[in-house]
């Protein structure tokens, strides 16, 4: 089992900032996929980036250039560091933690954390 607990989410007006923290605890092995996801009401839940355990990472479009995963792999915390927010950046956003082993997916996900951007 990984239990994931993220942090850092609130209100902020248009343009500003926020960091979220993801602290992952349980059965870590590496090497593993940790990304941020987030739902807005009414929608899909959407990857808004992705980051390996060799410190590879992947954006969605509509965050590239404002936003930055990162993780401190000896403390097991991942980051997401949110630029220049906009309204459309209002959700619930989730931490997940992924290992494939062979044919076996441990998929796990966090409580969520709000993240609403309003002037």
């Known amino acids: 089992q990984v239990q994931l607990v993220e942090s850092g989410g609130g209100l902020v007006q248009p343009g500003e900032s926020l960091r979220l923290s993801c602290k992952a605890s349980g059965n870590i092995f590496s090497p593993n996929l940790m990304g941020w996801y987030r739902q807005a009401p009414g929608k899909q839940r959407e990857l808004v980036a992705s980051?390996?355990?060799?410190?590879?990472?992947n954006y969605a479009d509509s965050v590239k250039g404002r936003f930055a995963i990162s993780r401190d792999n000896a403390k097991n915390t991942l980051y997401l560091q949110m630029n220049s927010l906009k309204p459309e950046d209002t959700a619930v956003y989730y931490c997940?933690?992924?290992?494939?082993?062979?044919?076996?997916?441990?998929?796990?996900w966090g409580q969520g954390t709000q993240v609403t951007v309003s002037s």
């Open positions: 997940n933690y992924k290992r494939v082993v062979g044919r076996e997916v441990n998929d796990y």
């Open positions: 980051i390996s355990t060799g410190g590879g990472t």
